[in-house]
């Protein structure tokens, strides 16, 4: 199976801060590589598909890059609705893996 | 719009089973693949599998290869997931999600709202 990686596992920011967070796969997954949001209580919501496309409604201050197995979630200037649990997720086979997840706190 | 509605919490003792339904509304349930992903309190996301509301074809993560069983009934555009011999470990939410396939690049852009599956004697 082909592991995630993400880091860090936490962080606190400010609000008007950018945001990175980082992914890696095990092995190359060229761009099958879509990013997550989750809230305490709610499902995940997507917000970054094929690496680096932007779901449709979510805003544009959210963006993903990379590929091979390296990737990244940026989030430009963070807002009070951005405090979450962010995941990225491997879709390079039919078996998809999740990375451990990275929640972003209010410092 | 695109609704994925979830049966509610269930209680099971360990080695009982649980079915979990995930009924669709607002597109054509034959025409995209549902997965099963299960996340235990305070943990992260872990995929279980995936099937095929069309075929009926499934594939299942490993770990839970011999204890799932993903099925629908196309009549009433629902897909379950069962789930056997249960422990405490099992103790978790579980989601079912649509994916969607563009361009050969598919995601899980709706989620049904999560399942509570307690296990405890």
């Known amino acids: 199976d082909i592991q995630m990686t993400q880091s860090p596992s936490s962080l606190s920011a400010s609000v008007g801060d950018r945001v990175t967070i980082t992914c890696r796969a095990s092995?190359?997954?060229?761009?099958?590589l879509n990013w997550y949001q989750q809230k305490p209580g709610k499902a995940p919501k997507l917000l970054i598909y094929?690496?680096?496309s932007l779901q449709s409604g979510v805003p544009s201050r959210f963006s993903g890059s990379g590929s091979g197995t390296d990737f990244t979630l940026t989030i430009s200037s963070l807002q009070p609705e951005d405090f979450a649990t962010y995941y990225c997720?491997?879709?390079?086979?039919?078996?998809?893996?999740f990375g451990g997840g990275t929640k972003v706190e209010i410092k | 719009q695109v609704q994925l509605v979830q049966s509610g919490a269930e209680v099971k003792k360990p080695g009982a089973s649980v079915k979990v339904s995930c009924k669709a509304s607002?597109?054509?349930?034959?025409?995209?693949?549902i997965n099963w992903v299960r996340q235990a309190t305070g943990q992260g996301l872990e995929w279980m599998g995936w099937?095929?509301?069309?075929?009926?074809?499934?594939g299942y993560a490993q770990k839970f290869q011999g204890r799932v069983t993903m099925t629908r009934n196309t009549s009433i555009s629902t897909a379950y997931m069962e789930l056997s011999s249960l422990r405490s470990e099992d103790t978790a939410v579980y989601y079912c999600?649509?994916?969607?396939?563009?361009?050969?690049?598919?995601?899980?852009?709706?989620w049904g709202q999560g399942t509570l599956v307690t296990v405890s004697s």
């Open positions: 999600a649509r994916v969607y396939v563009h361009s050969g690049y598919d995601r899980l852009d709706y």
């Open positions: 607002g597109y054509t349930f034959t025409s995209y693949d």
């Open positions: 099937m095929n509301p069309n075929s009926g074809n499934t």
């Open positions: 092995q190359s997954i060229s761009s099958y």
């Open positions: 094929a690496a680096s």
């Open positions: 997720q491997q879709s390079y086979g039919r078996s998809l893996t």
